[in-house]
């Protein structure tokens, strides 16, 4: 069953850190991944994406991630953590062209705190 | 340009009635996707429609169902609501081009319609 999964439920950090959030997933085909984050009483917005090509991807606000087939991961990385990037942050996979087109399974989130 | 508009944001219902919810997506975005989002279970997918067709469906009962009109503006609508509809829901557009496959997942969600059931 396809499925993806974070481990971490929250994770705090101070003002400047590094951050990576962890992402696991299970495809029968090669997927398509992507972060987004949620800020309070918002909707999500996308960070990132892999389609295909190139394993490590740049996405928006300085975030970045890697593919890693080998061990099914998605991490997103942050060499230095602002105060406004405190927000709930979901890896999803699925958005293939094979019938899947926008059907997104989410990971269930990692809430995101920053010490300033 | 104007982002994802979904209306009402809140509103309150009681069990046994039924809602509607309503999405304007980005403009010249022919794909809307729903999804339901619970501190339980998290975020799941709807439905989408494409060009006024539903062409995916997640496992909800029929109690949930939606439509796309020609201006790709949709609805979804829940019947006889139960304490568990409580939920917030978000409509996403997507760019896609006449194959509907182009960069398929790139979502521009709205800020939800968050649905209290008593």
């Known amino acids: 069953a396809q499925s993806v999964t974070q481990p971490d439920i929250h994770i705090t950090v101070s003002e400047g850190a590094s951050l990576e959030l962890r992402c696991n997933y299970s495809y029968g085909a090669t997927p398509y991944l992507f972060w987004y984050v949620q800020s309070p009483g918002q909707g999500l917005q996308l960070l990132l994406k892999y389609f295909s090509g190139d394993t490590l991807v740049q996405g928006i606000k300085g975030f970045e991630a890697e593919f890693k087939r080998s061990q099914s991961s998605f991490n997103l990385r942050k060499p230095s953590v602002h105060w406004s990037d405190a927000a709930e942050y979901f890896c999803?996979?699925?958005?293939?062209?094979?019938?899947?087109?926008?059907?997104?399974?989410f990971g269930a989130g990692t809430r995101l705190a920053v010490h300033p | 340009k104007a982002g994802v508009t979904q209306t009402p944001r809140y509103l309150i219902k009681t069990r046994g009635q039924q809602v509607t919810l309503s999405c304007s997506p980005i403009?010249?975005?022919?794909?809307v996707s729903w999804y339901q989002q619970t501190p339980g279970q998290g975020l799941q997918f709807l439905f989408e429609?494409?060009?006024?067709?539903?062409?995916n469906k997640g496992n909800f009962p029929g109690r949930f169902s939606g439509r796309q009109f020609s201006n790709s503006r949709s609805e979804m609508n829940v019947s006889t609501l139960e304490l568990g509809d409580s939920a917030l829901y978000l409509c996403?557009?997507?760019?896609?081009?006449?194959?509907?496959?182009?960069?398929?997942?790139?979502?521009?969600f709205g800020e939800g319609s968050r649905l209290t059931v008593l």
């Open positions: 429609y494409f060009s006024e067709t539903q062409r």
């Open positions: 403009s010249g975005h022919r794909s």
């Open positions: 996403a557009s997507s760019l896609q081009n006449t194959q509907g496959v182009y960069r398929t997942g790139e979502l521009f």
């Open positions: 999803a996979v699925g958005g293939t062209a094979d019938g899947g087109y926008n059907k997104l399974i």
